[in-house]
């Protein structure tokens, strides 16, 4: 796996213990415990595992099963000059997800501080996005709509439904003003 599964930000460069091993040796080197993670979740993370109330704090990546349906949402910012987009992530409940689940859900995305972590590397993001597409057309492409629809669909296929990624090349994809922020990069 590429990238970290509990934020899809980074590289993995550790394995965290999904039940704490002070806690559970056990369990310590159990395949399903150990899930490759970066440093920053891993430390972030830490040892509690559990709310005070008894309930879940983090979603496991290989057991917990999400529904494949939307629930990360992304806006995108112009600025006032047209040339610079931002992008702002927020969560919203389908109907398809219960209740116990979505709370876990709600908990692992604020404890890591998924949401405020995608819009920061959104800028860089939308930036390569943008890049690729004026590679595109210098190459003789025209269609930068359905480029840029394929290239989402393959980031929702390789790094999951709800990956920040896949979520926010579909925002730009889908967006009225796209073509001008191509056109924007593309000046000498
Ligand atoms: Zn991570």
Redesign the pocket.
Known sequence: MKY?P??G??LTSTFDHYLPAVKFPEFAVHALNLVP??A??NSTKDDDWLTVTGHRQYLHPFSDEVPQVEFLFVDLNEADDNLSVGATFYLSRPQDIDEPLWSIIERHFER?HLLRRYSELSNDEIREILAACSVFLTAGGTDFASFLRESAREAEETFGFNHWRARLMWRMALHPHVGGWIRSQMRP
Request: with cysteine; hydrophobic share 30%.
């Open positions: 970290c509990m934020c930000t980074t993670c970066c920053l979740c890591l």
